[in-house]
């Protein structure tokens, strides 16, 4: 015969047993990345210069050319190398321009930085864990850290590789491209002000073959004290639509226009046109 125990009996033989320890985890250890932060300079990906040229990215040829063609049809009203007016993420590294806000939280296994602005979450494995031999790209990527101490003995900086993205990608929303092979690879030192805790700090080096050599920028976070978390979703209200590659723009009315001079209408081959 089967016997059946009641609730109350499971409860009561699950109150006798021992119970086993928590894991244990000394939070005073970890800095406190704790609260809202958003960015305390620029949008453009080195903070500490101007927009377009004026960034000084150690382009090749190839892409110096391809980002002066992007510029040309910047400055004819296009919207080309501007990804996220389709919205797709910014990926990284330009998800750490931190356009809305940003929420760090902290656990012995994994730091996860959630961003506002269009929603992407990074997760940031600290286990101690190689290298997968297969990574599925994302546009946040794959990311491997470590925690580095201070004089201390407690963790100061956190240092951060990433891998696996995927594109199309830029480094700012003035269309700075990184390379179609998608082979970037990102590495950060993210760390508080010693002067003052409610200063981040995060040093970003790019790695990628457009580049002649490692771009390094470095760019600040404040905290805030009384945050206000808004919602982000990219597809309300957003006028901006991506037509084979092709930006324009939707009126109130409901009409397509055209965002540069001189703009080809999409190929409307599979609607019936009106006779001439």
């Known amino acids: 015969m089967v016997r059946r125990l009641s609730?109350?009996?499971?409860?009561?033989?699950?109150?006798?047993?021992?119970?086993?320890p928590a894991r244990a985890w000394d939070d005073s250890r970890y800095p406190?990345?704790?609260?809202?932060?958003?960015?305390?300079?620029s949008a453009q990906f080195d903070p500490t210069k101007g927009a377009g040229l004026a960034q000084q990215v150690p382009y090749n040829e190839e892409y110096?050319?391809?980002?002066?063609?992007?510029?040309?049809?910047r400055g004819s009203g296009g919207l080309d190398a501007n990804w996220t007016a389709g919205c797709l993420p910014a990926g990284m590294p330009r998800a750490m321009i931190v356009y809305e806000t940003m929420e760090i939280i902290v656990t012995p296994e994994t730091t996860y930085i959630y961003l506002s602005y269009m929603n992407e979450f990074r997760r940031i494995f600290t286990d101690g864990r190689a290298w997968p031999d297969y990574i599925e790209p994302s546009f946040a990527g794959y990311s491997i850290g470590k925690w580095e101490a201070g004089e201390d003995?407690?963790?100061?900086v956190l240092d951060v590789e990433t891998r696996?993205?995927?594109?199309?990608r830029s480094f700012s929303g003035d269309g700075l491209p990184l390379h179609d092979d998608d082979e970037t690879i990102?590495?950060?030192?993210?760390?508080?002000?010693?002067?003052?805790?409610?200063?981040?700090?995060?040093e970003i080096v790019t790695i990628d073959h457009a580049l002649t050599r490692p771009w390094t920028v470095f760019r600040?976070?404040?905290?805030?004290?009384?945050?206000?978390?808004?919602?982000?979703v990219c597809a309300e209200n957003n006028n901006q639509l991506v037509i084979n590659g092709e930006n324009y723009y939707l009126n109130n009315d409901g009409y397509l226009l055209p965002?540069?001079?001189?703009?080809?209408?999409?190929?409307?081959?599979?609607?019936?046109q009106p006779p001439n």
Do not use: C, M
Not at 164 to 168: E, Q, R, W
Not at 186 to 202: G, T
């Open 7 to 20: 609730i109350g009996a499971l409860l009561l033989v699950a109150a006798l047993l021992p119970a086993l």
């Open 32 to 41: 406190d990345f704790k609260g809202q932060w958003t960015r305390a300079d």
């Open 64 to 73: 110096l050319a391809r980002f002066k063609a992007i510029a040309a049809n």
């Open 153 to 156: 003995g407690k963790y100061a």
């Open 164 to 168: 696996g993205l995927k594109g199309p």
């Open 186 to 202: 990102v590495k950060e030192r993210i760390f508080l002000d010693k002067a003052s805790p409610d200063r981040l700090h995060d």
């Open 220 to 232: 600040t976070y404040k905290r805030e004290h009384n945050p206000f978390w808004s919602e982000f």
């Open 259 to 272: 965002t540069r001079k001189d703009q080809p209408p999409p190929d409307l081959k599979f609607f019936k």
